[in-house]
């Protein structure tokens, strides 16, 4: 993948999405704002109701978001 795509990219504009990698493991990407400050919140599950595969991860990096995306190959769904 290119060295400056964006999450804005990867959501294709949106501020949520539905990835899975080549293992066929599901991850939801939400992306919300309190106050003026952004956050992410990626939960691994097929959806947000099913048993997740992992812990999910909280964040403030766009950059973090972008590199666990990129490196194990989760696709938009």
């Known amino acids: 993948?290119?060295?400056?795509?964006t999450l804005g990219q990867l959501l294709?504009?949106?501020s949520s999405g539905?990835?899975?990698n080549n293992n066929?493991?599901?991850c939801t990407v939400l992306r919300y704002y309190i106050g003026n400050k952004q956050k992410f919140q990626v939960i691994f599950?097929?959806?947000l109701y099913s048993l997740a595969t992992r812990a999910a991860i909280n964040s403030t990096?766009?950059?973090?978001?972008?590199?666990?995306?990129t490196t194990e190959n989760f696709m938009l769904v």
């Open 1 to 5: 993948m290119e060295k400056d795509i």
């Open 24 to 26: 066929g493991e599901y």
């Open 61 to 69: 990096s766009e950059k973090k978001i972008i590199k666990l995306l």
């Open 18 to 20: 539905k990835f899975v």
């Open 12 to 14: 294709r504009g949106k």
């Open 45 to 47: 599950g097929e959806n």
